[in-house]
């Protein structure tokens, strides 16, 4: 209700009182003017009180609706807060699945490059090393004591025809390189055998071990001689 109709109301009340006085005055014959002041204060009491009472209830319903108001607020804060924190914890799982995912694709590139390396050689693959002679025979039986597979010896094969033709005196003019394996200075292969310049099992088991240790197998040094044009 209005405050238009809250003063409507109680100057109506004020006027129906103020009838009621004026009739009763004029039945009980008493002084009319004496009555009319009392009741006319009377009335603008009970409008003042009723305009107090009402003002006090629209106060306090307007307090009860601005704490209905706050309360829905301030669920709406939380709500929107757990929202936000879902969505953050969403796009972290995300950002993590994304990066296993991209992790995952490098791990199967990298393997996949590995292997292309470690077998640059995709030929036959002999079933012994009978089906060598010489310096190649000896070297494929000493690659595998080495702990090498038969199917590294393609490698093996292609990289030291490179290298000195299998040939144990085989000596580079320009750099002093020697032997089999192209020992450079050729005096390393001295930590296998002093017989090292004549012996060509002496520089095969040098040159295993260089292999081994650098590379980790002959067709990953194979794949970086025809790389790089070395070893």
């Not at 109709?5 to 004496?34: C, H, I, K, P, Q």
Request: charged residues 25%; proline residues 3%; hydrophobic residues 35%.
């Amino acid at each position: 209700m209005s405050r238009l109709w809250s003063r409507f109301g109680a100057r109506t009340a004020a006027v129906a009182l103020l009838s009621v006085g004026v009739a009763g005055g004029l039945y009980l014959g008493e002084d009319r003017e004496t009555q009319q002041q009392g009741l006319t204060a009377q009335v603008g009491v009970a409008v003042e009180r009723a305009e107090f009472d009402y003002q006090r209830e629209r106060q306090a319903a307007y307090q009860m609706q601005s704490a209905k108001q706050r309360a829905a607020e301030y669920q709406a804060k939380l709500r929107a807060a757990a929202a936000a924190k879902e969505a953050a914890q969403r796009a972290r799982e995300a950002e993590a699945a994304a990066a296993s995912r991209k992790k995952a694709r490098e791990e199967a590139a990298r393997d996949a490059a590995e292997k292309a390396a470690s077998k640059p050689y995709d030929g036959p693959i002999p079933e012994s090393c009978s089906e060598y002679s010489g310096n190649r025979e000896i070297g494929c039986a000493l690659m595998l004591d080495a702990g090498f597979g038969i199917d590294q010896f393609p490698c093996l094969d292609k990289l030291w025809t490179k290298e000195s033709g299998w040939n144990h005196k085989a000596r580079n003019s320009s750099s002093g390189a020697y032997g089999i394996p192209q020992a450079l200075p050729g005096s390393k292969m001295g930590s296998v055998a002093d017989d090292w310049q004549t012996n060509p099992a002496t520089q095969i088991k040098w040159g295993l071990g260089y292999i081994k240790g650098r590379y980790g197998t002959p067709c990953k040094a194979w794949g970086h001689s025809q790389d790089e044009g070395w070893y």
